[in-house]
């Protein structure tokens, strides 16, 4: 097996996950087994997530996506205080992304999709409400969905990188 294939095959899935390992095959000049084995190694090694789609958010009812950065006090990273971020992450299905980071003066981000203006600042509320007393600051850079894109959002894209 060529050393290379497990990124190539990477690559073809990201272009589109909805082709069978017979096309990918084809496409890779590798036998249908071959790439049979190594999506099952990509999933089984945590290389491969999810299999999903990017849809059209404005279609599905979607006016804004928000980037919101939080400065967190040093005791906002006690492992309580981190187990009750995970369980307040994942109570939030409009938060599709909420992690660590650095930059800006701020370490902690968090985007997120919104029916509307209304339905942001609610959200944005009870983020303050309920991260009072860890937060130093909170600031968002809202999204109108559909409105002056440059480059849609596609993990596609990441195929034209050089490997």
């Not at 309920?130 to 849609?152: A, H, M, N, T, Y």
């Amino acid at each position: 097996m060529r050393r290379e294939l497990p990124e190539q095959l990477l690559r073809e899935l990201l272009k589109n996950s909805k082709r069978s390992d017979r096309e990918l095959a084809k496409v890779l000049e590798v036998s249908q087994p071959t790439i049979t084995r190594v999506r099952h190694r990509l999933e089984e090694n945590g290389m491969i997530k999810d299999y999903t789609i990017t849809p059209n958010f404005r279609k599905m009812g979607f006016e804004l996506m928000t980037i919101t950065l939080v400065k967190l006090r040093s005791d906002a990273f006690s492992p309580e205080a981190m187990m009750k971020a995970k369980k307040y992450a994942t109570t939030h299905p409009e938060t599709i992304l909420s992690c660590l980071g650095e930059g800006l003066g701020m370490n902690g981000i968090a985007i997120s999709f919104h029916k509307d203006y209304t339905e942001y600042h609610r959200h944005l509320t009870q983020m303050r409400t309920v991260w009072k007393d860890f937060l130093e600051d909170i600031q968002s850079f809202i999204i109108p969905i559909g409105e002056g894109d440059f480059k849609r959002f596609s993990l596609t894209h990441l195929t034209d990188v050089p490997p």
